[in-house]
């Protein structure tokens, strides 16, 4: 435990600015795991669900088709289990899916407006350690006693570097998250627009499909 009681104390150096920047941080780790998890469930096995769920409507087993959807508990799924609830107006399932596409990606891009926050804070944060800290050293230095005591100069300057250098290094860690996770929302959204509009196609084939085979019987 001896490193992490040295880190504590190096910390403390960087003044009272430091609270908010460890506020940060932890804010920071939290949401991001938290947004990884959520948008990888939500992503994951889109192109091989999208192909089973085409090939289970060409079989003509729509209401299995729909729990196939239901039970991959995927942004995908709950887009596709909308249109083909509607299956039998087209119309209708184009507008369900836009609908239920909004949701999801709304629901994904969820709290990525702290992490975008964080950004633009932190570094602030960081300056303001930095301006107090060189008041600190310029205070002592105006000061009587302030030419004999060095180490209090250069107290206020560790201060403000330790302040500057935390705030840079968590808005680089989140930056790095953030466009990480805001890549996969983009391109989980394709996913869903791509599956949507094959899922538009098939469900235009069958009711093609119906009307000849009425057609035919009539």
């Not at 310029?138 to 180490?151: A, M, N, Q, W």
């Amino acid at each position: 435990m001896s490193w992490f009681a040295n880190a504590f104390e190096f910390l403390v150096k960087g003044g009272p600015v430091m609270v908010p920047l460890m506020g940060c941080s932890i804010i920071s780790l939290a949401v991001m795991i938290e947004r990884y998890l959520k948008i990888r469930g939500a992503a994951s096995d889109t192109a091989g669900l999208g192909s089973h769920i085409q090939h289970l409507l060409h079989s003509g087993n729509s209401e299995q088709a729909i729990k196939k959807c239901q039970e991959s508990n995927t942004a995908v799924g709950s887009v596709l289990a909308a249109g083909i609830q509607e299956r039998h107006r087209p119309d209708q399932a184009e507008r369900a899916m836009e609908e239920r596409a909004l949701v999801e990606a709304s629901d994904m891009q969820a709290r990525l407006g702290v992490l975008d926050t964080i950004i633009t804070i932190a570094p602030l944060l960081g300056l303001l350690g930095t301006v107090t800290g060189m008041i600190r050293s310029f205070h002592v230095i105006s000061s009587k006693s302030g030419i004999g005591t060095p180490t209090a100069i250069t107290g206020g300057v560790a201060e403000a570097l330790i302040a500057t250098a935390t705030g840079l290094a968590i808005a680089i860690v989140t930056l790095v998250g953030y466009n990480y996770l805001t890549e996969k929302v983009k391109r989980t959204i394709e996913a869903m627009e791509i599956c949507a509009t094959q899922l538009q196609k098939v469900l235009a084939d069958l009711k093609e499909r119906r009307n000849e085979i009425k057609a035919i019987s009539a």
